[in-house]
T-cell receptor, first 115, second 116 residues
Framework: SAVISQKPSRDICQRGTSLTIQCQVD?????MFWYRQQPGQSLTLIAT?????????ESGFVIDKFPISRPNLTFSTLTVSNMSPEDSSIYLC????????????FGPGTRLTVT | AQKVTQAQTEISVVEKEDVTLDCVYE???????LFWYKQPPSGELVFLIR??????QNEISGRYSWNFQKSTSSFNFTITASQVVDSAVYFC?????????????FGEGTQLTVNP
């Protein structure tokens, strides 16, 4: 498994501003993922972030709105840009530690409220 | 396209009752993985189990057991002698190795409430 931390744990932001969420892993991993969980909903994959390549975004998510950085094998950031109340969600990062098992381990999440 | 269905939105039981959470999936891949995750009120997702498409053996871990049946595309989760601490949202998820690699598709989740 892997130990994952996220910062901030929660934030309240104003409409039109941007927030950068950090994800730190205690070991080197190739594959990291960012998910959104809207209130009372399931998890939706935003993008896959592999070190050394551009993030791959899922349908309905664009780089201008959710820019992602992956500077090394233990760290990634997700920015939520030009926020609106509809962006109020929990944002979670996860990692696949490899070894061919395909399970993912999740960070504690960032609870974002946009007013 | 892959799909995971958890038809039970909410389940409420009394402590010590057994409860089964249903999960039905759709995939065209022959190689895939199925997972169960627990999300307690704190919000963190906890990995419970992984099962690959070639292993239909049922698994038991303490009070938890899982029944994987490819013939019905189901991967059900049973909690025996439920406890209040089992109260959480439980998610079933699918990874299609051939077409999607590690990407996970989640079901809508089942909110389990265990009352004392």
């Amino acid at each position: 498994s892997a130990v994952i931390s996220q910062k901030p744990s929660r934030d309240i932001c104003q409409r039109g501003t941007s927030l950068t969420i950090q994800c730190q892993v205690d070991s080197q991993v190739t594959m990291m993922f960012w998910y959104r969980q809207q209130p009372g909903q399931s998890l939706t994959l935003i993008a896959t972030a592999n070190q050394g390549s551009e993030a791959t975004y899922e349908s309905g998510f664009v780089i201008d709105k959710f820019p992602i950085s992956r500077p090394n094998l233990t760290f990634s950031t997700l920015t939520v840009s030009n926020m609106s109340p509809e962006d109020s969600s929990i944002y979670l990062c996860s990692v696949d530690p490899g070894q061919g098992h395909y399970e993912q381990y999740f960070g504690p999440g960032t609870r974002l409220t946009v007013t | 396209a892959q799909k995971v269905t958890q038809a039970q939105t909410e389940i409420s039981v009394v402590e010590k009752e057994d409860v089964t959470l249903d999960c039905v999936y759709e995939t065209r891949d022959t190689t895939y993985y199925l997972f169960w995750y627990k999300q307690p009120p704190s919000g963190e997702l906890v990995f419970l189990i992984r099962r690959n498409s070639f292993d239909e053996q049922n698994e038991i871990s303490g009070r938890y057991s899982w029944n994987f049946q490819k013939s019905t595309s189901s991967f059900n989760f049973t909690i025996t002698a439920s406890q209040v601490v089992d109260s959480a949202v439980y998610f079933c998820a699918l990874s299609e190795v051939e077409t999607s690699g590690s990407r996970l598709t989640f079901g809508e989740g089942t909110q389990l409430t265990v009352n004392p």
